[in-house]
């Protein structure tokens, strides 16, 4: 054989035996089938559960911090064993409902009005809240040129981020005690409702097409950053200063099916919980280093410092807060009375905090019988 065929040959040969290895870098850099739809799969190790796949669904936001670190840092996965975890990311609660109710999710964090709306629409059919994630960390920022006091917001243009959405139905209730009006659908009245998603609105407030949000955060750290100014703490308005903003919702059909799984993930968020209260500093850097990984940038120190100790993270759902919320969408006419009777389901949950020695959580009469 000619040298000059040897050394093709050779060659041809190393490159083969490299095609794997690149196959795999290019998968682990997000080029590979899993990384599609913001979708990735976490390794499973361990006795399996009774399902292979467990599809976790949760948004890029520092009120579903639960899942973006124990995802993460694998604290749900190493709960799971064989089982393996495939997180979902989400950017609203109607998508991620959409993908519960069409078999494509099993569990997710979600807010309580969307949870709310889909368990209304299905006649109760199609989900259960089986534990809470966060509570608080929504506040209304203003202009401090245009807005001084909470008696100027009359006149003024203030953003939520969807209409009917947690904020919107709390901004609603706001202005209505205030004896203002305001028509629920347009967002017309004595104050402008301005429906504007949370990655605009930070744009619509620097050029002052708005004069101020009732937002979530990072959003609203996002504002003051720009100069805004925090008129309101929404815990202000809460007894006990607690209120849900994010809960953990799970498919009926797959809580009946994998009960062992749905404990296992509970086991998870409960420890992931545990160690953010134990380690707040460590925690928000953990939580930052999520965000970069899912969006490709962190949150700078000026919006993330303020932000992160707004937020309680809490294994409570804070169920009769939930209750509270229902009524005040009722009030604005956004929705009828809903009967959410049956829309928890805390029994894996309570069992997993007795375990862990914690004190049981309260369905505020709202539980599966």
Not at 269 to 280: D, L, Q, S
Request: glycine share 10%.
């Amino acid at each position: 054989m000619p040298a000059t065929t040897r050394t093709t040959l050779r060659r041809g040969l190393a490159a083969a035996a490299a095609l794997p290895l690149l196959i795999g870098a290019l998968a682990s850099c997000g080029y590979g089938s899993e990384a599609k739809n913001d979708e990735k799969k976490v390794a499973a190790e361990g006795k399996k559960l009774s399902a292979d796949t467990v599809r976790l669904g949760y948004f890029p936001n520092l009120t579903h911090a639960t899942a973006l670190i124990g995802v993460q840092d694998g604290l749900i996965q190493k709960e799971l064993g064989g089982t393996t975890l495939k997180p979902q990311n989400f950017n609203a609660g109607p998508s991620e409902i959409e993908a519960l109710n069409g078999g494509s999710l099993d569990i997710g964090f979600i807010g309580p009005s969307p949870s709310i709306n889909a368990y209304v629409k299905s006649k109760g059919k199609n989900l259960r809240i089986i534990s809470g994630s966060a509570s608080g960390g929504v506040k209304l920022v203003v202009n401090p040129d245009k807005i001084k006091t909470l008696d100027d917001l009359k006149g003024k243009r203030i953003a939520t981020p969807q209409k009917g959405n947690t904020q919107d139905v709390a901004l609603l209730n706001w202005i209505a005690e205030k004896g203002w009006k305001v028509d629920p659908e347009s967002g017309e009245g004595d104050v402008s409702v301005v429906r504007t998603d949370n990655k605009v609105t930070p744009d619509a407030f620097k050029s002052g097409s708005i004069d101020g949000a009732w937002v979530p955060e990072p959003t609203a750290s996002k504002l003051v950053a720009q100069g805004g100014t925090v008129l309101l703490d929404e815990t202000s308005l809460w007894p006990d200063k607690k209120f849900v903003i994010t809960n953990i919702i799970v498919s009926q059909k797959f809580l009946s099916e994998h009960p062992d799984v749905v404990e296992a993930v509970l086991t998870g968020t409960v420890k992931t919980n545990e160690w953010i209260n134990a380690n707040p500093d460590k925690a928000k850097a953990s939580a930052n280093a999520a965000l970069k990984s899912l969006g490709g940038k962190a949150l700078d120190a000026k919006v993330i410092d303020p932000a992160w100790p707004s937020i309680a993270i809490t294994d409570d759902p804070l169920a009769a807060t939930l209750k509270t919320q229902s009524e005040w969408a009722v009030k604005a006419e956004l929705i009828k009375q809903p009967d959410l009777a049956g829309i928890y389901d805390l029994k894996l949950l309570n069992k997993v905090l007795k375990a862990a020695g914690k004190p049981e959580v309260s369905d505020a009469g709202l539980g599966v019988k």
